[in-house]
C-alpha cells in the first residue's frame, strides 16, 4: 500500500466472457495516488477528486450521533460566484458525488449539476455564492473510509464509524463556521443530500432561511432500506470484499460493486422510462449466464463499470447505511419534535415515478409541517426518471428551484 504504487488486476466482466485487453481494467485509473492524506482517484469523470476542490482542516474530535467521535476532520468543498456574496446556497452532495458541482477556472471539467449551477441557472452565481462540500465518509477527500486516522497511520478502511445524515449536517455546518459564515440563504440537496439537507435545517434551525428538499424523507422506510440491503451484500459477499481490508491486499470487490450498481440504476429510473428507452427484442448469440441479448442489459453493464472505477466499496457501504439511518426523531422523544424544529421557508421536491423515496413520503413531511402552520410547498415533478428526476429533467426543475430561490 505505497502511494503512487501501480495496482492493476483483471476482473470478471457481468457478461460475456472475453480475453480482450478492452475488458482488463485497472481500477484507480492504473494509479493510487495518495494527497493531502487522502487515497484519491485519479480518473477525469464526475467520480474524481477536483483539481479546483479547497479544504479545511479541524483537529477537535468530532463527535457522532451513534456515539464515538473521530479524531479530526478534513472538509472538501469548492464554491462559484462571489466570496464576498452574503447570499449564500449550500448544496448538500447525493451518495455518488462530490463537491463538483460545477466547472470552474481551476477544474473546467463539467460537475454533476453543470446545468443547475451558474448564471442565469437555477443557482444563479450572478446572485448567490454557491458551496458545495464533499459529504463525510464520500471518496472525494472529506474524511472518509479511504482517509488515514491519525491515530493508527493506517487507512480507517471497515473500522470507520457509521454516521448519519445529522453527522453530515453537522459536519458542513463545521464547514461554514470556519469560512466565518453565520447564515445561509438556502441549503439545498436530492437523495441522500436531500435528507442531509432536512437534517441540516431541523439541526440548525437558525441558519438557513430556506429549505429545498428533493427527493429526501424525514425518515427512511423498510422498503428502501430493503433495496440498499440487498445492493450492500452483493458487495459484502463478494469474495475480495476481505471484511474490508481489502486495500491491504491491493485488490477491490468490483463484481458485488457492479452487481450494487445495477440494481440501484434499476430502482433509479421508473418502469416506463425503461420501457420507452431500450428496445424489447431481444439477440443472439445465446449462452447460459454468459451474454447480453438485450438492451438494458448492456446499459447496465456500462453503468456498472463506470462506477467501479471510480468509487470505494467501503465507503459506499458507510453511505448507504447512512440513507437507512435517516431519521428526524433520532435523540428525541418524537419523530414530529424533529420535523417541527424546522423553521426554514420550505419546497419539498418529489418526482411522481419516484419508486426509492415515493410520492406520499414526501408528502407526509409536507403535511406535517403544513399542519403546524409553517411556510411549506409542495412540488410534484411528472418525470419519467423518477428518483434520478432531478440530475435529468432540467426543463422542470430549473425554474422551480429558481423562482423558490429567488423570490
Known sequence: RQCGAHWARRWTPLGPPTTSAAHTTSWLGGVAACQLRNYVYEKNSI??????????????????????????????????????????????????VGSHARSSVADPTGGWWEAMIGPNKGL???????????????????????SINPETGKLYGPTFPQITPADQARCHKLLLETLGIDKIHTVVGASLGGCTAVAFASEFPETAERLLAIAATGKTTPRSVA???????????????LNGYYFDHNTKPVNGMAVARQIG??????????????????KGPYKLGASF????????HSKAKDFIDGFDANCYLLLSKCT?????????????????????KTLIIGAETDLIIPMPEQNHLFTLLQAHGKDVSLQVCPSLYGHDAFLLDYPWFIPQIRRFVEN
Open 324 to 344: 437507512d439511518l435517516m431519521d428526524l426523531g433520532r435523540g428525541r422523544q418524537h419523530y414530529s419534535d424533529g420535523v417541527l424544529a424546522i423553521k426554514a
Open 47 to 96: 467520480f474524481a477528486v477536483s483539481s479546483g476542490r479547497r479544504i479545511v482542516k479541524s483537529k477537535k474530535p468530532f463527535a457522532l450521533q451513534l456515539g464515538g467521535s473521530l479524531p479530526e476532520v478534513d472538509i472538501t468543498y469548492e464554491e462559484w460566484g462571489n466570496a464576498s456574496n452574503s447570499k449564500v446556497i449550500l448544496v448538500m452532495p447525493s451518495l455518488s
Open 124 to 146: 444563479d452565481t450572478d446572485k448567490f455564492r454557491v458551496i458545495c462540500p464533499s459529504a463525510l465518509g464520500a471518496p472525494y477527500g472529506t474524511t472518509s473510509p479511504v
Open 227 to 241: 433495496f440498499r440491503h440487498v445492493q450492500r451484500q452483493a458487495i459484502i459477499r463478494d469474495p475480495d470484499y
Open 265 to 282: 440504476m434499476i430502482t433509479y429510473r421508473s418502469l416506463d422510462e425503461f420501457n420507452q428507452k431500450f428496445k424489447w427484442n431481444d
Open 293 to 300: 441479448n438485450f438492451a438494458v442489459e448492456e446499459y447496465l
